[in-house]
């Protein structure tokens, strides 16, 4: 069984930075992926991005590319979420989501989710 456990979320304004963690345990992440959805009020759930935890490979939605980065620390099998010139369409709670079978991108039938963190970004 997985358990994936997010922090980071906040307040900010228009055009900072947030970082958002999740740390796993549990499971073997062989072959797997981990990633990031987010969703606002009234809306679908929404694929922000994702990296295969073995090869690093990395996909972003296009309404983030070149503002957020995903990265993770193998051996503290934790995931980050970089969110760089936020913009207030950003505002939404974050999920993390790990799903056995890489790659991970537009699909929501994961594996495993996070109890999700709020961000919410200012004008």
């Known amino acids: 069984q997985v358990q994936l456990v997010e922090s980071g979320g906040g307040l900010v304004q228009a055009g900072e930075s947030l970082r958002l963690s999740c740390a796993a345990s549990?499971?073997?992440?062989?072959?797997?992926?981990m990633g990031w959805f987010r969703q606002d009020a009234g809306k679908e759930r929404e694929f922000v991005g994702s990296?295969?935890?073995?090869?690093?490979?990395?996909y972003y939605a296009d309404s983030v590319k070149g503002r957020f980065i995903i990265s993770r620390d193998i051996a503290k099998r934790t995931m980050y979420l970089q969110m760089n010139s936020l913009k207030p369409e950003d505002t939404a709670v974050y999920y993390c989501?790990?799903?056995?079978?890489?790659?991970?991108?537009?699909?929501?039938?994961?594996?495993?989710w996070g109890q999700g963190t709020q961000v919410t970004v200012s004008s």
């Open positions: 549990g499971g073997t992440f062989v072959g797997a992926a």
């Open positions: 990296i295969n935890w073995s090869g690093g490979t990395t």
């Open positions: 989501a790990l799903d056995a079978r890489a790659p991970l991108r537009d699909r929501t039938e994961v594996d495993y």
